[in-house]
């Protein structure tokens, strides 16, 4: 997966008293050493209080500079709030990366204090109409010029007018024009909303941590994975199992015994759900809430001011027409799952010949449908995905179709954060340097448990004629040690996993924009996941695996009959995979609409499952409860399934018969990650696409036939972001 969005434009931090910002530690610190992360001056925990600090001093001398142009502002302001945003998250997005992987807890520690010390700094400034000012008369000024075509105001270009529309809905979206008893309850519902999101999150003080279940019953589980467990002290034919995501995902694919999957199914979705389901009904309550204070009828709605979706019930009914392309060939999934089960567990047949499908049935048929249908052994496929391997691949791929280098580099002393982080340049063909990348790919204790890209500098072009600020970004994940020889081996999704997150990095390292505020994956929801999609279908091009996937013992290429066999099971129950995708999509997008199902949210997740899927629903299992993109991806969801169907039409179109294509590598560097979220998103796909935006590419990937898709679905796009347009939506 992405981190949730940049958080130096949110508006929803809560506020604190101006006075605290100038309490401060007047110490000498070692400003030109780079220190960790690349951050000056950070070489000890006790350093971030002094560069929270200085940070703090810093934006209020850069504030104070923008009121002055509060009655008449020139097109240089927008370079002066660049600033600001620039200081501001150049030490909140290290806190946040330095509070997810350091080592050290004093560190972390520290970090936590620094980033909630100057995130107030953001409330306060959002808070203050004489820093709004500038960006309203710059934007009403340049309204009145398109209208009437006279000159009221400076001329802006189309960066420097998405960056004002921009700026200008973040301190709106803060209550910047309601009343002081408005603001108060906004902060307050904000603050709920923070609150009961942080609780809903964590597990419950009574959920288990650990489960033993006995071993005899786990053998074709991994061996990898059985080879870290401990035996149970009190029974040692049991196993103890610690209860994270990850291994009880690998147990629901790999555990033959159907009773173990259902008992850790039902514990993934914790069956002591009074709480989580008070705290989300809670969420939802308070951004409803919020929305209507904001004059939204709904809290999707408020955040679709900035999307690339059309609207809400444009994208609900789009969801509903793509389920329903899907659902013949779904059905036909079910059938051969529901035929396997009966295959492998007949006593469980319901009257002795039909067979119910349940939610911890589907990972593990499916894995043994694919394993048997393309003769693949998951750990005969790793053997020729060893982590140096893959790299070397994403290099190959940079320099084939990007015309750029991957370039091992040593870091600077103290620069990174434990032992395990390499360091990678990005170069052009020139040698010169785009930006760097520094990987922290292995599991350690306290560390960010999942996948993720991190910003650490994000590109700009500073004023006074300086140099281009080079992005810089960390790619965090969790592939573990590997083997006796220290060889990491990948599983296919871990594979996945690591393209994805490269495609995020080179979203932010091939940005190329004015304003660090509109840098790399600083775009609007629904777009900021295509580019790590795309970058999945270069992963899985046979073309591309041939070129560096070896054995990691003998050093023998990949068989071509593996190879055809991996690269044609990706394409199998993809219509099951997708209705999923469609079904939580919808979920959120209900629950975050005018009249979220706050009496019975359970309920109400049945009858969409019902509708959108071609799976009944489980009893007594409160899914909603359970998923948790509901904090970052609130109202947003639906971004993973626009990202697979932009993602696949952009492939057919510039890759389609050349993974290595220069002239498709090119219109992607340039004509689309160049710009970050400085130009409308729509736009620019429509430009490479060189047609309408539609859902061909993807249906033709599940087997369904373009006469049909082109009849019967439209793609829900707008052009929200386009300067005119933008005209004709109020602020």
Same mark, same amino acid.
């Given at each position: 997966?992405?981190?949730?969005?940049?958080?130096?434009?949110?508006?929803?931090?809560?506020?604190?008293?101006?006075?605290?910002?100038?309490?401060?530690?007047?110490?000498?610190?070692?400003?030109?050493?780079?220190?960790?992360?690349?951050?000056?001056?950070?070489?000890?925990?006790?350093?971030?209080?002094?560069?929270?600090?200085?940070?703090?001093?810093?934006?209020?001398?850069?504030?104070?500079?923008?009121?002055?142009?509060?009655?008449?502002?020139?097109?240089?302001?927008?370079?002066?709030?660049?600033?600001?945003?620039?200081?501001? #998250?150049?030490?909140?997005?290290?806190?946040?990366?330095?509070?997810?992987?350091?080592?050290?807890?004093?560190?972390?520690?520290?970090?936590?204090?620094?980033?909630?010390?100057? $995130?107030?700094?953001?409330?306060?400034?959002?808070?203050?109409?004489?820093?709004?000012?500038?960006?309203?008369?710059?934007?009403?000024?340049?309204?009145?010029?398109?209208?009437?075509?006279?000159?009221?105001?400076?001329?802006?270009?189309?960066?420097?007018?998405?960056?004002?529309?921009?700026?200008?809905?973040?301190?709106?979206?803060?209550?910047?024009?309601?009343?002081?008893?408005?603001?108060?309850?906004?902060?307050?519902?904000?603050?709920?909303?923070?609150?009961?999101?942080?609780?809903?999150?964590?597990?419950?003080?009574?959920?288990?941590?650990?489960?033993?279940?006995?071993?005899?019953?786990?053998?074709?589980?991994?061996?990898?994975?059985?080879?870290?467990?401990?035996?149970?002290?009190?029974?040692?034919?049991?196993?103890?199992?610690?209860?994270?995501?990850?291994?009880?995902?690998?147990?629901?694919?790999?555990?033959?015994?159907?009773?173990?999957?259902?008992?850790?199914?039902?514990?993934?979705?914790?069956?002591?759900?009074?709480?989580?389901?008070?705290?989300?009904?809670?969420?939802?309550?308070?951004?409803?809430?919020?929305?209507?204070?904001?004059?939204?009828?709904?809290?999707?709605?408020?955040?679709?001011?900035?999307?690339?979706?059309?609207?809400?019930?444009?994208?609900?009914?789009?969801?509903?027409?793509?389920?329903?392309?899907?659902?013949?060939?779904?059905?036909?999934?079910?059938?051969?799952?529901?035929?396997?089960?009966?295959?492998?567990?007949?006593?469980?047949?319901?009257?002795?010949?039909?067979?119910?499908?349940?939610?911890?049935?589907? $990972?593990?048929?499916?894995?043994?449908?694919? +394993?048997?249908?393309?003769?693949?052994?998951?750990?005969?496929?790793?053997?020729?995905?060893?982590?140096?391997?893959?790299?070397?691949?994403?290099?190959?791929?940079?320099?084939?179709?990007?015309?750029?280098?991957?370039?091992? #580099?040593?870091?600077?002393?103290?620069?990174?954060?434990?032992?395990?982080?390499?360091?990678?340049?990005?170069?052009?063909?020139?040698?010169?340097?785009?930006?760097?990348?520094?990987?922290?790919?292995?599991?350690?204790?306290?560390?960010?448990?999942?996948?993720?890209?991190?910003?650490?500098? #994000?590109?700009?072009?500073?004023?006074?004629?300086?140099?281009?600020?080079?992005? $810089?970004? +960390?790619?965090?994940?969790?592939?573990?040690?590997?083997?006796?020889?220290?060889?990491?081996?990948?599983?296919?999704?871990?594979?996945?996993?690591?393209?994805?997150?490269?495609?995020?990095?080179?979203?932010?390292?091939?940005?190329?924009?004015?304003?660090?505020?509109?840098?790399?994956?600083?775009?609007?929801?629904?777009?900021?996941?295509?580019?790590?999609?795309?970058?999945?279908?270069?992963?899985?091009?046979?073309?591309?695996?041939?070129?560096?996937?070896?054995?990691?013992?003998?050093?023998?290429?990949?068989?071509?009959?593996?190879?055809?066999?991996?690269?044609?099971?990706?394409?199998?129950?993809?219509?099951?995979?997708?209705?999923?995708?469609?079904?939580?999509?919808?979920?959120?997008?209900?629950?975050?609409?005018?009249?979220?199902?706050?009496?019975?949210?359970?309920?109400?997740? +049945?009858?969409?499952?019902?509708?959108?899927?071609?799976?009944?629903?489980?009893?007594?299992?409160?899914?909603?409860?359970?998923?948790?993109?509901?904090?970052?991806?609130?109202?947003?969801?639906?971004?993973?399934?626009? +990202?697979?169907?932009?993602?696949?039409?952009?492939?057919?179109?510039?890759?389609?018969?050349?993974?290595?294509?220069?002239?498709?590598?090119?219109?992607?560097?340039?004509?689309?990650?160049?710009?970050?979220?400085?130009?409308?998103?729509?736009?620019?796909?429509?430009?490479?696409?060189?047609?309408?935006?539609?859902?061909?590419?993807?249906? $033709?990937?599940?087997?369904?036939?373009?006469?049909?898709?082109?009849?019967?679905?439209?793609?829900?796009?707008?052009?929200?972001?386009?300067?005119?347009?933008?005209?004709?939506?109020?602020?």
């Amino acid at each position: 997966m992405l981190r949730p969005r940049n958080f130096c434009r949110s508006g929803q931090l809560r506020a604190i008293r101006a006075a605290s910002f100038f309490s401060r530690s007047r110490r000498v610190y070692e400003e030109d050493k780079p220190g960790c992360f690349g951050l000056k001056g950070l070489n000890r925990p006790p350093d971030w209080e002094h560069v929270g600090n200085q940070c703090i001093d810093d934006c209020l001398q850069l504030a104070e500079r923008i009121r002055l142009q509060r009655d008449h502002p020139s097109v240089s302001v927008l370079q002066t709030f660049d600033d600001l945003s620039d200081r501001l #998250c150049g030490v909140l997005d290290v806190a946040e990366l330095c509070r997810n992987v350091h080592p050290d807890p004093d560190f972390v520690e520290a970090a936590n204090a620094t980033f909630t010390h100057v $995130s107030s700094v953001i409330q306060h400034l959002n808070a203050d109409k004489s820093l709004y000012e500038p960006l309203r008369k710059l934007y009403d000024s340049h309204c009145i010029q398109v209208r009437t075509g006279s000159q009221v105001g400076p001329d802006l270009s189309r960066e420097d007018l998405v960056m004002v529309k921009s700026l200008k809905q973040d301190f709106e979206r803060g209550g910047i024009n309601l009343s002081d008893i408005e603001k108060a309850r906004l902060i307050k519902l904000q603050d709920q909303v923070t609150s009961a999101s942080a609780k809903f999150l964590s597990p419950p003080s009574d959920y288990p941590a650990t489960l033993q279940l006995p071993y005899d019953k786990l053998r074709q589980v991994p061996g990898q994975f059985l080879r870290s467990l401990s035996r149970a002290p009190s029974n040692p034919d049991h196993v103890v199992i610690p209860l994270t995501s990850s291994s009880m995902q690998l147990l629901l694919k790999w555990a033959p015994d159907s009773r173990i999957r259902e008992k850790v199914y039902r514990l993934s979705h914790d069956h002591r759900q009074e709480k989580k389901d008070r705290y989300l009904r809670s969420i939802l309550e308070d951004r409803l809430a919020i929305a209507k204070l904001l004059d939204h009828r709904s809290y999707a709605e408020l955040l679709f001011q900035d999307r690339m979706a059309s609207s809400p019930s444009d994208v609900k009914e789009f969801l509903e027409g793509l389920s329903a392309l899907v659902r013949r060939r779904a059905l036909d999934e079910r059938t051969e799952l529901e035929m396997e089960k009966l295959r492998r567990e007949p006593h469980l047949a319901v009257n002795g010949s039909r067979m119910e499908l349940h939610g911890w049935d589907r $990972s593990f048929y499916i894995g043994r449908l694919k +394993a048997e249908k393309y003769d693949l052994s998951s750990s005969q496929v790793s053997q020729y995905f060893p982590l140096s391997a893959c790299l070397y691949g994403i290099g190959y791929l940079l320099h084939a179709t990007f015309g750029v280098h991957l370039v091992k #580099c040593h870091a600077n002393e103290g620069e990174t954060w434990h032992e395990d982080v390499q360091k990678l340049h990005l170069r052009d063909s020139k040698g010169e340097v785009l930006g760097q990348i520094f990987l922290d790919l292995y599991p350690r204790e306290g560390k960010y448990g999942h996948a993720a890209h991190f910003s650490i500098t #994000c590109g700009r072009q500073p004023g006074g004629g300086a140099d281009y600020q080079i992005p $810089s970004v +960390a790619l965090v994940c969790n592939f573990g040690r590997g083997d006796s020889s220290g060889e990491r081996l990948l599983t296919v999704s871990e594979y996945e996993t690591f393209f994805h997150e490269f495609g995020h990095s080179l979203h932010s390292i091939f940005s190329r924009t004015k304003y660090q505020h509109l840098s790399g994956t600083r775009v609007t929801t629904d777009f900021v996941e295509v580019p790590s999609h795309l970058f999945e279908h270069f992963a899985w091009h046979p073309l591309l695996i041939s070129k560096f996937a070896r054995h990691y013992k003998s050093g023998d290429a990949i068989p071509t009959r593996l190879l055809r066999s991996l690269c044609a099971s990706r394409k199998g129950f993809m219509s099951t995979d997708t209705q999923m995708q469609l079904l939580f999509s919808a979920m959120d997008l209900d629950f975050h609409g005018r009249d979220p199902p706050i009496a019975s949210t359970t309920e109400a997740f +049945a009858k969409l499952q019902e509708k959108l899927t071609v799976y009944k629903p489980d009893k007594n299992v409160p899914v909603p409860t359970s998923f948790h993109h509901f904090v970052g991806y609130g109202g947003g969801y639906y971004t993973y399934i626009f +990202a697979r169907v932009l993602s696949a039409q952009l492939w057919a179109n510039l890759f389609g018969n050349d993974p290595f294509s220069k002239e498709g590598g090119a219109k992607i560097k340039n004509g689309l990650l160049a710009y970050g979220g400085a130009q409308d998103p729509a736009t620019l796909l429509s430009n490479l696409i060189e047609g309408e935006i539609n859902c061909n590419a993807f249906l $033709s990937s599940l087997g369904i036939g373009e006469k049909d898709a082109q009849a019967t679905l439209h793609f829900p796009i707008s052009n929200n972001l386009s300067p005119k347009l933008g005209l004709s939506h109020a602020m």
